[in-house]
C-alpha cells in the first residue's frame, strides 16, 4: 500500500507542475497586457497634465478675454487625481474622463473664437490639435492592452490566475 501511496503523490506532483507550466505563459502575457495598459494610461495622463499646463499658461497670457468657462474647467481638471489607482476604479475613471472631457470642450471653444489673432491661443490652439493625436493613439493601445488583458481572464487559467494575483478589472476603453 505504501508503494501506491508515492505513485499517486508523483502523480500529483506531476499533475501540478503541469498545470504550473501551463500558467507561465498566459501569466507571463497576462502581467505584460496589464503593464501595456498601464503605460498607454501613464501617456495618456502625462498629456493631460501638458494640456492643463499650456491652457495654464495661455489663460495666464491672455487676460484681455473672457475665459470663465476654460478657467472653471481647469481648475476642476487639476484637482482631479490621476494616478494608477484610478485607472482600477470605474467611478474615479469616468470621473477623471469627464472633467478632461469638460476641459477639452472649452479649451476647443475658447480656441475658436474670434480673438484678434492672440499668440496664446494660437498656441494652445495648435497644442489642442498635437494633443488629440497623442491622446488618439494612446487610448488605441490602451484598448489593445486591455483587450488581450480580457481575453485572457475569460480563460480558466486567466480567471484563476487574477483571482491569485488579485488583480483588478480593467475598463475596456479610456
Avoid: F
Amino acid at each position: 500500500m505504501h508503494q501506491y501511496k508515492k505513485i499517486a503523490l508523483s502523480a500529483v506532483l506531476v499533475a501540478a507542475m503541469m498545470a504550473l507550466a501551463g500558467a507561465i505563459a498566459p501569466a507571463r502575457e497576462l502581467v505584460r497586457a496589464r503593464a501595456d495598459s498601464e503605460a498607454a494610461w501613464h501617456d495618456i495622463v502625462r498629456i493631460h497634465a501638458s494640456r492643463i499646463e499650456a491652457a495654464s499658461a495661455a489663460l495666464d497670457a491672455e487676460r484681455t478675454i473672457d475665459a470663465a468657462p476654460a478657467r472653471s474647467s481647469l481648475a476642476r481638471a487639476r484637482a482631479v487625481r490621476a494616478d494608477d489607482s484610478v485607472l482600477y476604479d470605474a467611478q474615479r475613471i469616468n470621473h477623471y474622463k469627464q472633467q478632461q472631457g469638460e476641459l477639452t470642450g472649452a479649451l476647443h471653444m475658447l480656441a475658436a473664437g474670434e480673438h484678434g489673432g492672440a499668440g496664446a491661443l494660437d498656441a494652445l490652439r495648435e497644442s489642442l490639435v498635437r494633443d488629440e493625436v497623442a491622446l488618439s493613439a494612446a487610448r488605441a493601445r490602451y484598448g489593445e492592452a486591455s483587450a488581450r488583458y480580457q481575453s485572457i481572464i475569460r480563460t480558466a487559467t486567466g480567471a484563476t490566475l487574477v483571482a491569485v494575483l488579485r488583480y483588478p478589472e480593467l475598463p475596456a476603453a479610456l
